[in-house]
C-alpha cells in the first residue's frame, strides 16, 4: 500500500486530498497511471507541465520503483515572484 497525496489544483480536480492505494504499484509511473485509468480529468492533470512527484518526501525525476508503504506526493505548479 502506498499514501497518494495531492497538492494544489491536483486536490481540487480529484476532489480528495489523500487516499491509500492497495495493492502498492511496482513504479511511480504504474501509479499515475492508475489514477489516471480512475479518473481522467486527474490523469490529465497529472500529466501537466510542471507537475512534480515526490517519494517520501524527495523530489524524484522520472520514474522509479515504489515500496510499499511509501508515501508519493503530487504537486502542482508553483508560480510566483
Known amino acids: ?3 497518494v497525496l495531492l497538492f494544489g489544483r491536483l486536490r481540487d480536480v480529484a476532489g480528495w486530498r489523500e487516499r491509500l492505494v492497495d495493492p502498492t504499484p ?5 501509479l499515475k497511471n492508475r489514477l489516471a485509468a480512475e ?5 490529465e492533470a497529472l500529466a501537466a507541465a510542471g507537475v512534480q512527484a ?3 518526501r524527495a ?3 522520472g520514474d ?3 515500496a510499499a508503504g511509501a ?6 505548479p508553483m508560480s510566483g515572484g
Open 1 to 3: 500500500m502506498v499514501r
Open 26 to 30: 511496482a513504479t511511480l509511473f504504474a
Open 39 to 43: 479518473d481522467l480529468a486527474l490523469g
Open 54 to 56: 515526490a517519494v517520501d
Open 59 to 61: 523530489l524524484v525525476r
Open 64 to 66: 522509479i520503483a515504489l
Open 71 to 76: 508515501e508519493v506526493a503530487f504537486l502542482s
